[in-house]
């Protein structure tokens, strides 16, 4: 059986913009003047959530574990009883001291008096300078154990005010590592931790030429505290609330010549908080974000729509239109671009006619048939 002939024909075959027969005309192109340009810089980032405030409850005595009384997982506040510890022994240490405190007041009050009698007796017949040094030592004797005394009663009501554990800070508690029941002392490590919910930190690397720029250019408005911080979160959705730098490191990293640079930002819940129950909040301690930097006013630079901007193994270069209309390649250093606009640092002049629309038929020194771009190419953010 002959099996049919394949049979190629020039009609299948698809001719390059660069290899077109001679005569064939210019390739349209869309164009744009490279002009000054109001935009809003920004500057993004890769930042790392932490908790503004940090605490790991521990026990300040060692007994017994009474009761657990928090949800693992939910929000605490400043000042809630979260660990009850055995408080029999710690009650009855303090009504010991207080009884010993007792009997020395009852002992100081009467060497009081000897003394005072000692004293009295002093100027008479009966009356002997060595009685009343006894009776002063042994008032001061008296004095010193009640002083004593008080010290320890104090002592023992702060060992019992240790059997209840308080949420020093507000924010959400970690699993308890200790069940009821067991022995806990200062030994014991950590019971459960606390982090700070609202607001949050973020903490993120900056090149120390960018942050020297942005401090420069709002040395006016209070440097980089007048910079707009916003954050993408993990899954890319952007995060509402727009944050503060409100520090940054003394130290230049001496193998990135980075800064590191720390912003403060709200945390709220996605939903009503609910006593006793677990809240969920956007931003979770220790977590990888986007951020962004966004100056907080307009600044005026030299640039080109982003389409317009090519790369290959040498660096960004455009397609200017030159004399006889031939498309010339153009190298371009860019600087801080949106989206939409590419800042041009250096390599065009205000003026020059760029390629915008059609550059895939564009080859360096072809001619070609330029024309605005349709639609005009958007500026801004």
Do not use: C
């Amino acid at each position: 059986m002959r099996l049919p002939a394949i049979v190629l024909t020039t009609s299948l075959l698809t001719v390059p913009a660069w290899a077109q027969a001679p005569g064939a005309p210019p390739p349209s192109v869309g164009v744009v003047k490279a002009q000054q340009t109001a935009i809003t810089e920004t500057a993004a980032f890769v930042g790392r959530v932490q908790a503004v405030d940090r605490v790991a409850l521990t026990a300040r005595v060692t007994a017994f574990l009474d009761q657990r009384l928090f949800t693992e997982g939910a929000e605490v506040q400043q000042g809630d009883l979260l660990y009850r510890l055995e408080r029999a022994p710690f009650e009855t240490a303090v009504a010991q001291q207080e009884g010993t405190l007792a009997d020395s007041s009852a002992k100081l009050a009467n060497a009081n008096i000897q003394l005072a009698r000692a004293q009295q007796l002093l100027g008479t017949p009966a009356g002997q300078r060595s009685t009343v040094d006894d009776a002063q030592a042994n008032q001061r004797s008296q004095a010193a154990q009640v002083a004593v005394a008080t010290a320890l009663l104090q002592q023992a009501k702060i060992n019992l005010a240790y059997t209840e554990i308080r949420a020093p800070i507000a924010g959400k508690i970690s699993r308890g590592t200790v069940t009821v029941g067991n022995v806990v002392s200062p030994s014991s490590g950590a019971l459960a931790s606390i982090v700070s919910q609202d607001p949050m930190y973020v903490t993120f690397p900056v090149a120390a030429r960018v942050l020297t720029e942005l401090q420069k250019r709002y040395a006016d408005k209070g440097g980089t505290r007048a910079v707009a911080v916003h954050l993408t979160l993990p899954d890319g959705a952007a995060f509402g609330p727009t944050g503060t730098i409100d520090y940054v490191d003394p130290t230049v990293s001496p193998t990135t010549d980075t800064i590191l640079v720390r912003a403060r930002i709200t945390n709220p819940p996605l939903r009503a908080p609910e006593p006793g129950k677990p809240v969920d909040r956007p931003l979770i301690d220790g977590a990888f974000v986007g951020v962004t930097l966004e100056g907080i006013q307009p600044v005026t630079v030299l640039g080109v729509p982003r389409v317009a901007v090519l790369s290959d193994q040498q660096g960004d270069f455009v397609y200017v239109i030159g004399d006889g209309n031939k498309a010339e390649q153009r190298r371009v250093r860019l600087g801080q671009s949106t989206p939409a606009v590419a800042v041009i640092a250096s390599g065009l002049n205000d003026g020059d006619t760029v390629i915008t629309e059609g550059i895939q038929r564009v080859r360096p020194n072809s001619v070609v048939n330029p024309s605005p771009a349709t639609p005009p190419a958007a500026a801004g953010r």
